[in-house]
């Protein structure tokens, strides 16, 4: 089944997931930066199904209910919490967070500028010396009742989204056939 608008959807969540999670890992990791990035990714995840259910109407609204009833019960709170999270960012005044100080190792920090390995973050040193930290801005949302990464949450929801993508072509396709 050929869903070619859903698909650009789901690059377009891609990207801005990919842009997010930059930003989460980089040096001096600028918070406004960091929310406009997190507003996209949330109207661009959530427009996935809704183009979906636009695109192929008819086998949407008989694939979706039992697709999301056959969920863990982890997964259907995950989708239902970052809708939430959504209406509170676009309708409202904006995500709840909160942030705290993380330490990490230099070499997982994160250079915005990937265009050439030059500008990536090395660190050479004599063997069993540990690598230097460096402190990064961690931002956290509720998910349910507790603090949850908003990078890693924003992650397993895009996964969650691309195997509902992959689940709707293989039932669609096999209905079809």
């Known amino acids: 089944m050929e869903i070619p608008n859903t698909q650009r959807k789901l690059r377009e969540a891609q990207y801005f997931y990919r842009r997010l999670?930059?930003?989460?890992?980089?040096?001096?990791?600028?918070?406004?930066e960091f929310w406009f990035?997190?507003?996209?990714?949330?109207?661009?995840?959530?427009?996935?199904?809704?183009?979906l259910q636009s695109e192929s109407?008819?086998?949407?609204?008989g694939w979706f209910s039992s697709?999301?009833?056959?969920?863990?019960?982890?997964?259907?709170e995950l989708l239902q919490s970052m809708n939430d999270h959504r209406v509170a960012e676009v309708h409202r005044t904006g995500v709840a967070m909160t942030h705290e100080l993380k330490d990490i190792p230099v070499t997982q920090l994160r250079n915005r500028d990937t265009r050439h390995p030059a500008y990536g973050v090395y660190w050479f040193g004599p063997p069993g010396t540990p690598e230097p930290l460096m402190g990064i801005v961690e931002y956290f949302f509720q998910l349910g009742n507790t603090p949850a990464s908003v990078v890693e949450t924003c992650g397993r929801f895009l996964r969650l989204l691309q195997k509902a993508v992959a689940?709707?072509?293989?039932t669609a396709s096999s209905n079809s056939a």
Do not use: C, H, M
């Open 167 to 170: 689940d709707f072509v293989v």
């Open 37 to 51: 990035e997190l507003s996209a990714f949330l109207s661009a995840a959530r427009s996935i199904t809704f183009v």
């Open 21 to 32: 999670a930059g930003i989460g890992l980089s040096p001096g990791n600028a918070s406004e």
């Open 67 to 76: 697709w999301r009833n056959g969920l863990e019960t982890e997964e259907q």
């Open 57 to 61: 109407k008819e086998a949407y609204e």
